[in-house]
C-alpha cells in the first residue's frame, strides 16, 4: 500500500481495506475517484459497489463508441455506394434513352425504305427480279439492325431496372440505420425518450380537440365553439411557458 499510494495521510483516513480496495484503479485515477466520490464516508461496500459501476460505465462507453465508429463508417460505407448507384442509375438511363433513339430512327429508316424503290444497275432491260431481291436484303439488312438496337435498349432496360431496385434497397438500409440510431439515441437517454412519449400524446390529443372545435364551428350557437377556442388558447399560452 506504501508503494503504490503516495500520500500517507489518505492511508490513515480511509483504512486499509477501503485503500487496498481503490488499489483496483489506475494510480493516476484514485485521487480523483477519492474527491467525486466521498470515500472516506462510504461504506467498503458501498465502495465496492462504486468501483463496480465506473468499470461497467466505462465498458459501456467504450461499446458505444466502438458502435459509434462501426455506424460512422458503415453510414460513410452506405453514402459512398448510394453515390455509386445513382451514378450507375443515371448512366444506365441515358444508355436506355439512347437505345430507345436507335430503335426510332431505325423504324422510321426501314419504314421509308419499305416504301420507296431499290436503285439496281440498269443496262438495256430492266430486271424486276434483281430490283426485288436488292429491296429484300435491303430490308432484312436494316431488319436485322433494329432487332439488334431493341435488344440494346431491353438491356438498357433491365440495367436501369437493376440499378433503381438497388438504389431502394440502399435507400431503406440508410432509413433503417437511421431510425436504429434514433432509437438508441433516445435509448440512452430516459428523459429524452419520455419527453418524446409526452410531446406524441400532446399532438394526438391536440389533432383530437381541434377535430372537436371545428364540429362546434358548425352549429349555429357558437357559444360552445369559442369557449373551446378561448381554452385552447390558454393551453398554448401555458405550454409555451413551459419553454421559457
Do not use: Y
Amino acid at each position: 500500500m506504501a508503494r503504490e499510494w503516495s500520500n500517507p495521510t489518505a492511508l490513515s483516513d480511509l483504512g486499509a481495506t477501503k485503500v487496498l480496495t481503490l488499489l483496483a484503479l489506475p494510480p493516476e485515477e484514485r485521487e480523483q475517484f477519492i474527491e467525486e466520490h466521498n470515500v472516506i464516508d462510504m461504506s467498503t461496500r458501498q465502495l465496492e459497489q462504486a468501483i463496480k459501476e465506473r468499470d461497467e460505465a466505462r465498458a459501456a462507453a467504450q461499446r458505444a463508441e466502438a458502435d459509434k465508429r462501426t455506424a460512422e463508417q458503415a453510414r460513410a460505407k452506405m453514402a459512398e455506394d448510394m453515390g455509386l448507384l445513382n451514378a450507375s442509375l443515371a448512366s444506365a438511363q441515358d444508355a436506355r434513352e439512347q437505345a430507345m433513339q436507335d430503335v426510332t430512327r431505325l423504324e422510321a429508316e426501314l419504314a421509308d425504305l419499305k416504301s420507296k424503290p431499290v436503285d439496281v444497275a440498269v443496262e438495256t432491260v430492266v430486271d424486276q427480279a434483281a430490283i426485288e431481291k436488292a429491296r429484300a436484303e435491303a430490308v432484312a439488312e436494316m431488319q436485322a439492325k433494329l432487332d439488334k438496337a431493341k435488344e440494346a435498349a431491353a438491356k438498357a432496360r433491365d440495367k436501369q431496372k437493376q440499378a433503381e431496385a438497388s438504389v431502394e434497397v440502399l435507400k431503406r438500409s440508410m432509413e433503417e440505420m437511421e431510425k436504429a440510431d434514433k432509437k438508441a439515441a433516445l435509448g440512452a437517454d430516459k428523459d429524452l425518450a419520455q419527453f418524446e412519449v409526452f410531446f406524441n400524446q400532446a399532438k394526438e390529443q391536440g389533432n383530437q380537440m381541434r377535430a372537436l372545435l371545428l364540429k362546434a364551428r358548425e352549429r349555429e350557437d357558437q357559444t360552445t365553439a369559442r369557449g373551446m377556442e378561448k381554452a385552447l388558447r390558454a393551453l398554448a399560452e401555458a405550454i409555451g411557458r413551459c419553454a421559457e
